[in-house]
């Protein structure tokens, strides 16, 4: 083989796996249940936290773009049938938000920890329902993390 049809053949052997993975994506699935225990969080301190992603979509009629964004311009672009991506490949920063002695931060600083983000989605609709005297979810730290068995 010369050296240029070796290059073609690389070349279009990447575009097929490329393409592959796409379809791979598109047809992604997400179990009724999670277990949620994202790698950022290098040690879980809480109980792990069970979100019951079915019920939430269907039985309480939530919808996608309630949880799921990719924002361009301060818009939402996602829309069902996009790939979705795990809340921490964005909201990447890892533990609490901790401000420097002497200073604050700011609101666009906090959502890029994956603990602000999570807790102002889940603890934040349920708060706002209940302050609408909606039927809604836990707010107590608790009744989402459940406490851990006590090591001895
Ligand atoms: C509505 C449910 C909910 C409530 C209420 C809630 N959390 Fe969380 N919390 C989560 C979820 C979901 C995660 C993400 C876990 C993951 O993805 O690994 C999380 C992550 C965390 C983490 C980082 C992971 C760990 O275990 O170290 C800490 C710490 C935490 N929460 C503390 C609290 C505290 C303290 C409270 C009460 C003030 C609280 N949470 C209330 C759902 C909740
Ligand atoms: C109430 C919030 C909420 C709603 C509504 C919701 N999701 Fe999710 N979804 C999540 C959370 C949280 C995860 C876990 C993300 C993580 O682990 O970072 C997830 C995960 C997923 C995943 C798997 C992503 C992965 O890489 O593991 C897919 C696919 C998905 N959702 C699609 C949908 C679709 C389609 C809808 C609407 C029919 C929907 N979701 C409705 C919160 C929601
Ligand atoms: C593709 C990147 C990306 C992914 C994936 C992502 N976010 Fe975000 N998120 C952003 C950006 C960027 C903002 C800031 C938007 C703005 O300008 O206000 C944001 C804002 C937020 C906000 C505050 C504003 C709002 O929309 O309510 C919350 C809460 C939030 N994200 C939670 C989550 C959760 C929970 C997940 C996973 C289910 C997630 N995000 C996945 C990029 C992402
Ligand atoms: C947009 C609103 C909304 C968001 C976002 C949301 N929830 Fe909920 N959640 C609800 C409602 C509504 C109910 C209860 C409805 C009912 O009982 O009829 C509920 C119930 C629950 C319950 C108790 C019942 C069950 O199904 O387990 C848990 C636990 C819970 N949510 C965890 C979470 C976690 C964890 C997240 C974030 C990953 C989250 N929720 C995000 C609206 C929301």
Redesign the pocket.
């Known amino acids: 083989m010369g050296k240029r049809s070796l290059i073609l053949t690389t070349v279009l052997g990447m575009t097929i796996s490329i393409f592959l993975l796409s379809m791979a994506f598109a047809g992604q699935e997400v179990p009724d249940t999670i277990t949620?225990k994202s790698a950022l969080f290098k040690k879980h301190k809480k109980g792990l936290?069970?979100?019951?992603h079915k019920?939430?979509s269907i039985d309480?009629n939530?919808a996608c773009v309630?949880?799921h964004h990719v924002y361009k311009d301060g818009k939402n672009v996602w829309k069902e049938g996009d790939n979705v991506k795990k809340c921490m490949e964005c909201h990447n920063k890892a533990g609490k938000p901790r401000a420097k002695k002497g200073e604050k931060l700011s609101k666009d600083e906090k959502i890029k920890y994956l603990y602000t983000a999570?807790h102002a989605?889940?603890k934040g609709?349920?708060k706002d329902?209940k302050k609408q005297g909606k039927?809604?979810?836990?707010t107590k730290c608790t009744e989402?993390h459940p406490k851990k068995e006590k090591k001895k």
């Open positions: 949620m936290v069970t979100f019951t019920k939430h309480y939530i309630e949880c999570i989605n889940c609709c349920h329902l039927k809604t979810g836990p989402c």
